[in-house]
Structure formats: structure tokens, C-alpha cells
């Protein structure tokens, strides 16, 4: 299975996220947009782990302590090459803070942290094969056109190991455990 870790925005920050998608969803039939229920905030991609590796991570995981985390998305942007758009969600000190605990948790079950920089953002739509590239760029332009921005927030008190399950329409995913954060 096909595994990651990640938290989901609520509340105003899923709200936010979700508008500007449909403002802008119009603007590329060729671009794959991300289903508001699929939504997340990497915290680490395992990708593909047997069974009783997943076993592992999740007793790895439960063991993980952290604070809530304030989510804070504020600027949308593109990776180019990977044909990606995206909301860009705040790095702050509790938000890496969890990341770097379930990085460090998973070394324990065999995984190795990336070693980028950790970028937090919500993908909000990828490009479809090689017409892809073309629409992407002219979404890029609307958003620098419209002069279009994101803001909003939430409290997570959550995060979840999560499988990607591929599917005609794209992968969807799906939350196979779920953490508590917070110390009450």
C-alpha cells in the first residue's frame, strides 16, 4: 500500500482553499483539481510499505506527543515541474515541530526524512499529461491576473496516516489511523 502522513485543513482554512478552487476551476478543463475531501498538509510521504511494515509505523506514530497545530494558509503558488498548483500553508514553529516528531518517529520503522527543506502546501490541482504544462501556465496567469490570494486558518487536532488508492479520476485517499495531538 501506498502510504504518507499528513494533517487536513477544517473549518475557515478548508473553506478558503475550497473558493478559490471553484473561481479558479473554470480557468483549465485539462488540469486534475484535488477533491476538497482529499485536501492535506504532508507532514511525510512513506509511499509503497507491506503490511506489517504499516503495523510498525502506526505504534510508531501513536507514540508521537505534539502540540495542536495552528494551520495558516497564505499564498498560492506553482511547481512548474512537477505541474503542480498549491496553497502555501505557514511554516511555523509547532507546525514543524510535529513534522520533524513523525519524521523522526518513522526512522525507527525503516524511513528516511527527506532532505529538502520542508515545504508545507495543499495541492490543488496537477497538470494531465503533456497538455499539462500549457494549462498550468495560463492558470498561472489568471492568478497573477486576478490578482487572486488565499487566507485562512484552523486549528489541527489531528493528523493521520493516510493510503493513496489510485482510482480513473486520480488517486484518492484514504485515513487508515488517526493521532490526537495536544496534551489535555
Known sequence: MRLFIAIAPEGD?????????????S?????????????????????EVPEEQAVRVREALAGVRAEQVRVRINSL???????????????????????????AS???????????????????????????SGALAALEEAVRRGKIRIAGECVVREFGLYESCP??????????????????
Not at 90 to 102: D, H, S
Not at 112 to 124: D, G, K, N, S, W
Open 13 to 25: 482554512a478548508a473553506t478558503a482553499v475550497e473558493q478559490v478552487q471553484k473561481r479558479l476551476a
Open 77 to 103: 503558488g506553482f511547481f512548474p515541474r512537477a505541474g503542480v498548483f498549491w496553497a502555501g500553508v505557514e511554516l511555523t514553529g509547532e507546525l514543524l515541530a510535529l513534522q520533524q516528531r513523525v519524521t
Open 27 to 47: 480557468q483549465s478543463e485539462t488540469l486534475r483539481w484535488t477533491r476538497p475531501e482529499d485536501h492535506h498538509v504532508t507532514l511525510q510521504f512513506l509511499g
Open 167 to 184: 482510482g480513473t479520476e486520480g488517486p484518492r485517499y484514504e485515513v487508515r489511523a488517526r493521532f490526537r495531538l495536544g496534551f489535555d
Open 106 to 132: 518513522t526512522r525507527a520503522c525503516g524511513f528516511v526524512a527527506e532532505p529538502r527543506p520542508y515545504r508545507p502546501h495543499i495541492t490543488l490541482a496537477r497538470s494531465r499529461g503533456r497538455h499539462g
